[in-house]
């Protein structure tokens, strides 16, 4: 038995391109493995709980169960639409997860290994509370770069524990926050330092994982604190705190284990408590969480004698049309929105993604290659060859509405088929999704390649023995193509596996080699060429969002200032527009008519301005600079046609303009009065 589990998608924004580089490769692993007769339980889930889930939940209005149904429900659907089956999906806000986190964290206090500490902790005196993980940002102790709470995530990547951080300031309302004592709890990492370099060494999984595991380890590690100041999440046994979110996330994997093996009729604890190792363990994330599954999760599974997890796969990171991928730069690709959107078989985007390079590796999306890659791999390889044989087979050979072939394979063929399942089987076993897609791939060339040579059209009309043995080849080629490339491609695959009249999801390799005759129905055409043009439309499509984003959803966002809602910096150089790019923005001189500042936010203040044709309500980050009383009367630069955005349950909609001036900004005005609406070009 193996439990092959996924790092959990956060239930707080849509799924994107990013998401698939661990989701498909873990698919078509289960996949693969189940084909080679390994039995196999497949769970992942939402992860529900965090610091900006709640943020979120708050700038929209709804509560943090609301917004998670929202996402959850969002993932379920992506996922289902790409054909990433899992057993269970579940989500840690539910009430058996809650049971199960509670228990491991009482069994590491009974087993001496969390103790309470008096600590500093970053508090903002104008929100009057303590400021958990991503409420806080300022600089890391380490590097110096900007981070946030718990992570250094723009610099050194190093996990910052509570009060490390310099100079806090509030993130919610912008204030500095101060130092104040209060107790948390800890988890005593540091006693499992020699367990974890003995652990690594005989951890299974991609050497990127491995290698950045080991580095943090032989480093020192730190006790690590595991309570939080929050409402919303696991609650720590006797206190009014919550556990982490990294504590409770990856225990996420037991907890969907037990309701998966529930359906199934299955002991879970022969998987995570038993005495003697059963079951093997394997998780697959993204290289970003490779610290917290390689150091904090083994420790805490030993802590309170669970099993421990037998190999760890982490994807390289995802590029977009070369550049580091960014939600707020435009760099992006949405699953439903453009790409489900889009009409495109979901089998193409699976095999780009396994595909285009090494798991391990980073990945770089591009809607050029992307074309060409599906029209000049999948469908001038394989899917020439599927529909070239199947159909040649029905014409020639059909007896009512279905053809007869007997079998008579070429031995030759069968030794190459064999050659591939193996090349597959031990590409699956270390993890090289794209060698084992390549080992199809040559399958279909060395088809394809058989076919022309032998000519069965000219042989049909001479020797219809020597025809028949060609033909039987060659679909026996293309029944194991259908079956070896199904774990890739299984929308696709499962449609066409009706032709030779098998249902695919009950294949195993066994199916590959064994030899019987033919009957086949008509064929259709396995994939459709993506067109020039649709491809272009994808591509402008993607440009008009780069060159569309913008970080200044607060009214003003200065050059090289942290965007407060990803995290993600302005890039001290932008990108050169053209001046028709230049005419699409709708600028005008807009009048001031009314001003407040936000409640709750030091930063904030809402505008009521006359554009001329209309009042627009405009939120502004200039409150800590002007008065109302500053702002009322002053003609201002306005960006009119800017999209709408809610600030603290605030509608904006529009921007005005200043100039950054020691990272304060300072109103712009004309120097004579204009009417409002004037246009500024």
Known sequence: MKLITCGLPYANG??????LRTYVPADVYVRYLRLFGEDAIFVCGSDCHGTPIVVNAEKEGLKPKELVDIYHEHFQRVFSEIDIEFDYFGRTDAEYHHERTQDIVKKLLENGYIYPKEIELAYCPSCERFLPDRYVEGVCPYCSAIARGDECDQGCGRHLEPGEILDPRCKICGAKAVYKKQKHYFFRLTEFRDFLLEYLDNLKGTENALNYARQWVSKELKDWCITRNLEWGVRFPGEDLVVYVWVDAPIGYISFTERACEKRGLDWER????????????????????YHHCIFWPAMLKGSNYSLPDGVVASGMVK?????????????????????ASGLNTDFLRYYLVNYTSHQKDL???????GEKVNNELIANLGNFLYRVTYFAWKNFKDGGEAKIRANIDE???RVIEETVKKIRDAIENWEFKIASDAFMELS??????FQSHKPWELIKSDIEAAIQVVSTCLHIAKALVILSFPVLPKTMRRFSRIFGFEIENSKVEDVLSIND???KKPEIPFQKIEEEKIAELEEMMLERIRRASKMEEGILNEGEEDIKTGDKMSEKEDLISFEEFKRFDLRIGKVLRAEKIEKSKKLMRLEIDIGDEVRQVVAGIAEDYTPEDVVGRLLPVLVNMKPAKLMGVESKGM???ADVGGKPVLLSPDRDVEPGSKIR
């Open 364 to 370: 770089n999306f591009s809607w050029e290659v992307f």
């Open 412 to 414: 030759d063929a069968l």
């Open 445 to 450: 060339s060395f088809g394809n390649n058989y």
């Open 518 to 520: 033919f009957v086949i």
């Open 320 to 340: 977009v049309e070369g550049k580091t991928f960014s939600k707020t730069r435009g760099y992006v690709v949405w699953l439903e929105d453009d790409y489900l």
């Open 271 to 290: 998987i995570w408590r038993a005495e003697k190792k059963e079951s093997e363990i394997v998780h697959f994330i993204g290289l970003d969480i490779v």
């Open 14 to 19: 849509k799924a994107h391109i990013g998401h």
């Open 656 to 658: 005005i303009l200043a």
